[in-house]
């Protein structure tokens, strides 16, 4: 299967600090020249994913724009500009364009 | 809006069986595959199978191939898989997904999950 390893694992953040967490696809992720199938899913505590960011750098209706994704071939990142208190929880990336489908094993995003 | 509600989950004894429903609604059913994504306590995502907007092609992970089936009743807008043979490995919360395109490339939009628990 198709290896997603984000890092880093835990990331601690001042309020109002930027985060930048990565994610290294184990081979180059390029679906066809259009679509890069790379996604981003917040999970906050106690609740399902939330798909934040698909095909590499797109935000989906309703994610703040502090959420910005980036990158191609083997190396992808989710920045967040200016963390807040409702940002807390564990991120994932995933790769849809190599079957089967595969996650990150999750970035766990705390306040200091 | 779009809504997925999973329903069907409880405590099993292993070698038993399960049947998981997730009611769709807020989108053309019949338009879309559907995926389930499962979460081990603790755990990260795991991705358990896929089927077709028809019903007509499945997917399997391998740590589930021969044991769970999925189907869905595009009358019922309802999405299912059929859980046999569970193990301990399989306790887990399963989520029902909407795929965007394709099988397995994105989803864009989850339910809120039914806990399985396998144990004795």
């Known amino acids: 299967d198709f290896a997603m390893t984000q890092s880093p694992l835990s990331l601690p953040v001042t309020l109002g600090q930027p985060a930048s967490i990565s994610c290294r696809p184990g081979q180059s992720l390029v679906n066809d020249i259009a679509n890069t199938y790379l996604t981003w899913f917040q999970q906050r505590p106690g609740q399902s994913p939330r798909r934040l960011i698909y095909k590499v750098s797109n935000r989906d209706s309703g994610v703040p724009d502090r959420f910005s994704g980036s990158g191609s071939g083997t190396d992808f990142t989710l920045n967040i500009s200016r963390v807040e208190a409702e940002d807390v929880g564990v991120y994932y990336c995933m790769q849809g364009g190599h079957w089967p489908p595969t996650f990150g094993q999750g970035t766990r995003v705390e306040i200091k | 809006e779009v809504q997925l509600v999973e329903s069907g989950g409880g405590l099993v004894q292993p070698g038993g069986s399960l049947r998981l429903s997730c009611a769709a609604s807020g989108f053309t059913f019949t338009s879309y595959a559907m995926s389930w994504v499962r979460q081990a306590p603790g755990k990260g995502l795991e991705w358990v199978s896929s089927?077709?907007?028809?019903?007509?092609?499945?997917y399997y992970a391998d740590s589930v191939q021969g044991r769970f089936t999925i189907s869905r009743d595009n009358s019922r807008n309802t999405l299912y898989v059929q859980m046999n043979s569970l193990r301990a490995e399989d306790t887990a919360i399963y989520y029902c997904a909407k795929e965007v395109a394709g099988f397995g490339t994105d989803f864009d939009y989850w339910g809120q999950g039914t806990l399985v628990t396998v144990s004795s």
């Open positions: 089927i077709s907007h028809s019903g007509g092609s499945t």
